[in-house]
């Protein structure tokens, strides 16, 4: 005895639909990871480039306000200048050298970003 369906309620052409389906949402969330992983590259190149910047700019603000620091330590010594403007631009060169070493730090943190979207 031999059982033969001849209808199968379309059973087989929805599997093969199914199925298709099924590859080209597996295909658009492949390309989807692609892309979202070429674009956190991307930013993280963006943030380290900047942060070096930032480094470049507090350098040459750091590197500022100790010249002038020291041009008011002479200018106190002479006694052409006063205490609080030595305390003044004490305060300016520590704080310069506060933002430089913040950005240091930035600057890391965004190499550290970089090198895992690397995936180093």
């Keep these: 005895q031999v059982n ?15 199925a298709k389906i099924q590859k080209l949402t597996t295909q658009n969330q492949i390309k989807l990871l692609e892309e979202s992983i070429w674009l956190e590259i991307q930013n993280t190149e ?3 480039e900047n942060a070096k910047n930032r480094v470049r700019e507090q350098e040459k603000n750091m590197n500022l306000a100790d010249r002038i620091y020291k041009t008011t330590q002479i200018k106190y010594k002479e006694g052409v200048g006063s ?12 704080q310069a050298q506060n ?15 970089l090198d895992s979207a690397l995936g180093k």
């Design 4 to 18: 033969v369906p001849i209808f199968d309620g379309f059973d087989k052409r929805s599997k093969i639909e199914r």
């Design 46 to 48: 963006i943030d380290f």
């Design 83 to 94: 205490s609080l403007e030595l305390s003044q631009a004490e305060q300016a060169l520590f």
């Design 99 to 113: 933002n430089y070493n913040r950005a240091l730090y930035e600057a890391i943190q965004a190499k550290i970003a």
